[in-house]
């Protein structure tokens, strides 16, 4: 069956400028992750949605990032007022459950701020 | 803090060798392990998933196995082979941590002909 699909595969902004970055998870699976990687700092999580709702949160970096699930399914993560810092590849995952479910990952954004 | 090492960072071996990759963790207080390999350029591909009371996986030719009180996890590799070239990763899900997976720092891995 279809995996995680994420776009667009790959990003150029204007720092200044707002992102969103989309991913389509794996059809029936209720949870959803994003997560970073970017050089020097590894993978790092964002947020974890279960459904449409996110009880996790504490890996977003600043205020100026946000995220929202709609219809128990497709997932967009929004940067605003983007940071050379902000360059990474953004991952998305997603799983059956929660905690004890493989995630799969999707092939990833690649963000590059100027 | 939950803290995910790898060692080693990065490793060389000629095709058929067998290999062993090892990830230590600090907080023993986890629901299950997992590894995945990485290719560059692309995302992340799940290999093995060990339960907290699970001490080992096995898929085709790897092997990963848990000592969770020790905080330790190794994945074997048997008769290694080019297309194992990649970047191996594990990471943990703590419980009481929801659902995110605290990554290692990954080893690559080249297997030459």
């Known amino acids: 069956g279809a995996g995680v699909s994420q776009s667009p595969s790959n990003k150029v902004t204007e720092k200044g400028k707002d992102v969103e970055l989309r991913c389509d998870p794996i059809?029936?699976?209720?949870?959803l992750y994003w997560y970073r990687q970017s050089l020097g700092q590894g993978l790092e999580f964002l947020i974890y949605f279960q459904g449409n709702s996110a009880p996790d949160k504490s890996g977003l970096p600043s205020d100026r990032f946000s995220a929202e699930r709609t219809g128990g399914s497709v997932s967009t993560l929004t940067i605003q007022r983007t940071q050379q810092e902000d360059s990474a590849v953004y991952l998305c995952?997603?799983?059956?459950?929660?905690?004890?479910?493989?995630?799969?990952f999707g092939p990833g954004t690649r963000l590059t701020v100027l | 803090k939950q803290e995910v090492t790898q060692i080693p960072a990065a490793l060389s071996v000629p095709e058929g060798e067998n290999l062993v990759l090892n990830c230590s963790f600090t907080d023993s207080a986890i629901y299950n392990l997992q590894w995945f390999r990485q290719d560059p350029g692309k995302g992340l591909t799940s290999l093995l998933l060990?339960?907290?009371?699970?001490r080992e996986q096995t898929s085709g030719r790897l092997n990963a196995s848990l000592d969770k009180s020790s905080g330790r996890s190794t994945l074997y590799i048997a008769a290694s082979q080019p297309g194992d070239s990649a970047t191996y990763l594990c990471a943990v899900i703590n419980t009481g941590t929801a659902s995110k997976l605290t990554f290692g720092t990954g080893t690559r891995l080249q297997v030459t002909l």
């Open positions: 060990i339960q907290s009371s699970q």
């Open positions: 059809s029936g699976h209720t949870a």
């Open positions: 995952a997603s799983s059956l459950t929660g905690q004890v479910a493989t995630q799969y």
